[in-house]
């Protein structure tokens, strides 16, 4: 989330719905990774700090976990966001509890923790993925231009593929991308501190980047002026009022000089993409769960991936 105030006030009215449902703790203190683990350790495991999962990523979903009573003994939803964390870091939900990562917990019962949990962290990406306020745009603007001097961006605009297991059905191949692997097509729109801005997570591998965009929202709200600004596109995008693309056969001194800076910019976006991938290797593993999960699991991610951005700052 890009204003931190809004961030604080939505993590404390989280916080104080955790409280009124009076969530209890079950984990033993032998079994309790948040004590079990140096920082670094536990940081390697998951990709959060501890502070962070408990007092951040837990109070997200634990309204929606938490049981009232003992009955069944169902699992407390520490061990659930830790186990969902675990397989964002290793994509897979096997053996998770055999090395004493989180409890022992059976394939089948991760399985279904990783959908809970995956939906529910999804289900607040709009809270937490979103363009700035207009009163905060000029600043965006301005960090853009520090990094290479290219004036008026508001973000960069491109998409990266994320691998998939075969979903079966006549129309599989419709997810083989230009590689020749099975994919979804995720477009996303990146800032000057590398956090998302936008997230289209619903298109398959043979969809071009240009075709995705065009049928986006985010194409509607430049047009419409309700975005003002224009976004960094590559050479796969259409040159626009709103969409700036390099060119293909600079022929002038100043037309070198703006796709060096070009160039130079995108590559926040670059390194936006290699981030999120390297915090969380399941997208770069491949994700061998239903199509309607993995599409959870993307957003669940990118919003991850926004929360540890604001959580690291200042």
């Given at each position: 989330m890009d204003d931190i105030a809004d961030f604080e006030e939505f993590i404390e009215h989280t916080k104080r719905?955790?409280?009124?449902?009076?969530l209890r703790r079950y984990l033993r203190d032998n079994d309790n990774p948040f004590e079990k683990y140096t920082v670094e350790e536990f940081y390697s495991r998951y990709r959060f700090k501890q502070e962070t999962v408990k007092n951040v990523l837990v109070p997200l979903v634990a309204p929606y976990l938490a049981k009232p009573t003992r009955r069944g003994m169902p699992f407390a939803p520490e061990v659930m966001v830790l186990g969902t964390l675990r397989y964002y870091a290793t994509g897979t939900c096997q053996n998770l509890?055999?090395?004493?990562?989180?409890?022992?917990?059976?394939?089948?019962s991760m399985s279904r923790i990783v959908i809970v949990?995956?939906?529910?962290?999804?289900?607040?990406?709009?809270?937490?993925i979103k363009?700035?306020?207009?009163?905060?745009?000029?600043?965006?603007?301005?960090?853009?231009?520090?990094?290479?001097?290219?004036?008026?961006?508001?973000?960069?605009?491109?998409?990266?593929?994320v691998r998939i297991k075969n979903p079966g059905g006549g129309m599989a191949e419709v997810f083989r991308n230009s590689d020749g692997w099975l994919s979804i097509n995720v477009q996303a729109v990146t800032g000057p501190k590398l956090q998302f801005y936008d997230l289209v997570v619903?298109?398959?591998?043979?969809?071009?980047?240009?075709?995705?965009?065009?049928?986006?929202?985010?194409?509607?709200?430049?047009?419409?002026?309700?975005?003002q600004g224009i976004l960094l596109g590559d050479s796969g995008y259409e040159l626009s009022p709103v969409v700036t693309t390099p060119?293909?056969?600079?022929?002038?001194?100043?037309?070198?000089?703006?796709?060096?800076?070009?160039?130079?910019t995108r590559r926040t976006m670059d390194r936006a993409f290699a981030i999120w991938k390297k915090r969380?290797?399941?997208?770069?593993?491949?994700?061998?769960?239903?199509?309607?999960t993995i599409v959870a699991v993307i957003c669940a991610c990118a919003t991850l991936q926004n929360l540890a951005i604001c959580t690291q700052r200042p």
């Open positions: 719905s955790r409280d009124q449902i009076g509890g055999a090395g004493g990562d989180v409890v022992n917990i059976c394939q089948q949990v995956s939906s529910l962290l999804a289900s607040q990406l709009k809270n937490v363009f700035p306020p207009p009163a905060e745009l000029p600043n965006v603007k301005k960090d853009f231009y520090d990094i290479a001097s290219f004036p008026g961006l508001i973000g960069c605009l491109g998409c990266m593929h619903r298109w398959p591998g043979s969809c071009h980047s240009s075709f995705i965009y065009n049928y986006s929202s985010l194409k509607q709200r430049l047009q419409a002026n309700q975005l060119y293909a056969s600079p022929n002038s001194p100043a037309q070198e000089r703006y796709n060096r800076s070009h160039s130079e969380f290797p399941c997208l770069q593993i491949g994700l061998s769960v239903k199509l309607e």
